[in-house]
């Protein structure tokens, strides 16, 4: 079955800097976009970053622009986020997500501290 599984979420300080991971399986990684999403408590899921199937193309909402990069390794079926510089406002539970059904990772909870 399709299973996407998180790993890398914790707590840190700003201007910290974190590597959340997406292993996939269940479904052809390589051909799909993939992308991370954030839900701040009492906020709507938001979209953060996606990466097109072959990795050439990339997107980030304005806020992360220059601090966080989105990359996979379609060998290790894999995507991930780094995320350097970190501020409180990025605190979040994160959600990697496949284009394909409704599939989602189980969350990763991000906790920044000022």
């Known amino acids: 079955q399709v299973q996407l599984v998180q790993s890398g979420g914790a707590s840190v300080q700003s201007g910290g800097s974190l590597r959340l991971s997406c292993k996939c399986s269940?479904?052809?990684?390589?051909?799909?976009?993939m992308s991370w999403h954030r839900q701040a408590p009492g906020k709507e899921r938001e979209f953060v970053a996606g990466?097109?199937?072959?990795?050439?193309?990339?997107r980030y909402r304005a806020s992360v622009k220059g601090r966080f990069t989105i990359s996979r390794d379609n060998d290790e079926n894999t995507v991930f986020l780094q995320m350097n510089n970190l501020k409180p406002e990025d605190t979040a539970v994160y959600y990697c997500k496949a284009a394909f059904g409704d599939y989602w990772g189980q969350g990763s909870q991000v906790t920044v501290s000022s």
């Open positions: 269940g479904f052809v990684f390589s051909s799909f976009y």
């Open positions: 990466i097109v199937a072959d990795g050439a193309e990339t």
